[in-house]
């Protein structure tokens, strides 16, 4: 077996085996990079220089195999080296062909992947942003980044119409502890004016909206917006932006939690949406968001277990259409319910 081995590998002219082996070799470095480009959000010349890598391997195994496959003839001289088989050819050929398929597609998926970026305008923006847009593309900038008032760098952004409502004039704000977070434009110059960062108000920690009422929570207070008044400042509390499971379900554009209650089993949730393939699942005591638990469900309800007795916990649920090779594409978050532990 060996040996008939060794012959069909030296058969083939030099020129076949040559183009053979640096067209499997490629083909690799194309499928390696296109992969990097999706699943590790690497940029395309990047990928493609780091999956070269792999072109001195390849060149070191397939010296490899010929000199392995001339020893064999040697060793059994006599039973020759049989002619180029036509369907090994066409195998070959069918393989490159498969191998080129799945590589355009992993090519085609990640050049969707980024057009949202590429068909925003072109500004400079910082990198922290940049980073933030790169992994969520969410809108788009609307122009350079700026230093406003009181020192704040902020950079002008364009919310999605189906999620702006009342409020299509936004900032991108980076805070010192935490990634890239969205402002309305009114709350952010409302947060200005009390000082921004260095003011009574310091920094943003986490902000929600709904199409009646926008807010960010500050580590001394909150801004609440709501629809046709001005922004006002809520000094040394939280606005915990939940709503009642009971009351109407407004906007439709993402789910509403319709049940929401504790027993010894923990905390039991349902909710109604249309048609998704999964659902994601967030939960926190209101006190400390930045230890949120999530947790991915198929159907249309839960129950939530391990939990801390006499502790009050914020809920929300965000629905998500799987895509292949891509991120899943999520909608907004639920308005948050509020659920006591007990």
Partial sequence: MAVDWAGQWLAAPRWWRTLRDAGATMLAVVCLAALATVMAEADGPVALSGAAGCLPLAAYWTWRQARHARMLIRLAPGMG???PSRGLAVRAL???????????????????????????????IDAPVREWWTRDRFGCPAGDTLVGAAGVRYTPWTVPAKYAGRRPEH????????????????????????????????????????????YVNFHGGAIVWSAGAPPKVQWGQRYAGAREPGSACVPDDRPCVTTAYADADGIHLRWQYGEADAFNVAWWPRDELGSATGREVAGYEVTLSGLRPSTVYLVEVAACRKRFLQRSDCTRPSARVIVRVR
């Fill in 81 to 83: 080296e049989p002619a």
């Fill in 94 to 124: 069918a393989a490159f062909l498969a191998a080129g398929s799945a590589a355009a597609a992993l090519v085609i998926a990640a050049d969707h992947e980024r057009a949202a970026i590429a068909d925003c305008p072109r500004f400079t």
């Fill in 171 to 214: 900032v991108a704000y980076v805070p010192p502890e935490a990634g890239a977070m969205l402002l309305p434009m009114a709350i952010f110059n409302a947060w200005t004016a009390e000082g921004g960062p260095s003011g009574r108000l310091g920094q943003p920690v986490d902000s929600g909206a709904d199409l009646d009422v926008a």
